[in-house]
């Protein structure tokens, strides 16, 4: 048995001290009053304990597999390269997200093919039977104009190899891109030789003309991933007309909604919203959309993912805690719980709490910023960490 003793824990409701998380095997035994028989006993001297965090949408991978646009590296080893990042960040689960893209205006990329994304859904399915330190899982983001994603989505659930999928539109004009001087200076600073090439009314044109997967199709993929327990979400909702298509879509997640209207109305049908940690950090949106702090604020934030920069997870609950007095238990569950009943994982996994898995993080503030000491995953330490401080200049 495994027992950390001295730490202030976070659970889904309060911060508990004077008592000791136990843990036996994979799994919380729960809360004791001493460490009295256990195998192993770790001292968080004061620090928060608190579940690993689960992330549901990043696409981080791909930085690890293609550094740059011409230098791709073997998947496997990008995987646990960037799985060590991920649990310095305090992630215990990732969902790791690739596109299904018919023609990417933001920069061609080989890991936005069929070949490719297929690829890393077969080593996320078999990477748990070898070495690996988190839990690896596949979100599959399926771009509406991409006719042959009907297909390769099918195959992919039918083979479990999927665990969560969301619908995109990234047609300029609308969601993320309403403004259509923010969609062309984003393409501009992805691809501005292409752009140059096309002209940009080219590219206004092929998306006005556009075909795309019909609402039927839509709905028979979202069905086939309901009877396999797999959530469905949809991407930069921004009416409350979509919003209603989505509820009959069997969509249940809204990721980034695009206003505070939109996301109190995604609350109202039952979605549970998402907004990105990088975008509490820098206080707005990077395509000037709804601030993740004003949603959180307004009770229509209900989980944080990292979307690009898995880093920012961590800090925004410290930051949230600090800069808007959310309490930690409110934004714990943001990372951790909330994500974990989105999917469908709850029973398992998301909070401090008995019978479940026991992913834990020991977190400590130093200079002002959480960082993690020590990280359980399934019950095994599987990272310990002691940060230094010379008391003089080092030579």
Sequence with gaps: MIAIKNGRIITPESIVQDKVLLIEGERIVGLGESAEGASMVVDAHGRYVMPGIIDMHSDKIEQYIQPRPTSQ???????KTCERDLLGAGITTMYHSLSLYKNDIFGKSLLKTKETVQKLADLIATIHT?????????????????????????????????????????TPGQGQYRDLEVYQNAVMKYNGGEVNDAGFES????????????????KQLAALAHKKGIAVA????????????????????????????????????????VVGSANILRG?????????AEAILNDCGDII???????????????????????LPDMVRRVSLNPAKALGTAKDYGSIEAGKKADILIVE??????????????????????YRKSMKNEE
């Excluded at 988190?134 to 390769?152: S, T």
């Design 73 to 79: 590296l073997d998947f496997e080893f990008a995987l």
């Design 305 to 327: 993912c990292s979307d690009y920069y898995p880093a920012a997870s961590l800090q925004s609950v410290f930051y949230m805690n600090e800069n808007h007095g959310v309490p």
């Design 130 to 170: 070898r070495y690996h330190l988190i839990h690896h899982r596949f979100h599959l983001r399926i771009e509406i104009d991409n006719l042959e994603a009907f297909d390769i989505v099918q195959a992919m659930l039918e083979q479990d190899v999927v665990h969560l999928i969301s619908f995109m539109d990234h």
């Design 365 to 386: 503030l130093l200079d002002g910023y959480p960082v993690i000491t020590h990280a359980f995953v399934d019950g095994n330490r599987t990272s310990r960490i002691e």
């Design 234 to 273: 949809s991407h930069d909702d921004d009416s409350l007309d979509k919003l209603a298509l989505n509820k009959e879509l069997g969509v249940c997640i809204s990721e980034f909604p695009i206003s505070l209207e939109v996301a109190q109305g995604a609350k109202e049908y039952g979605f549970y919203t």
């Design 203 to 218: 590219i206004m044109q092929y998306h006005k003309c556009k075909d795309t997967l019909s609402f039927g199709q839509m």
């Design 284 to 292: 707005c949106s990077h395509s000037g959309n709804l601030s993740a």
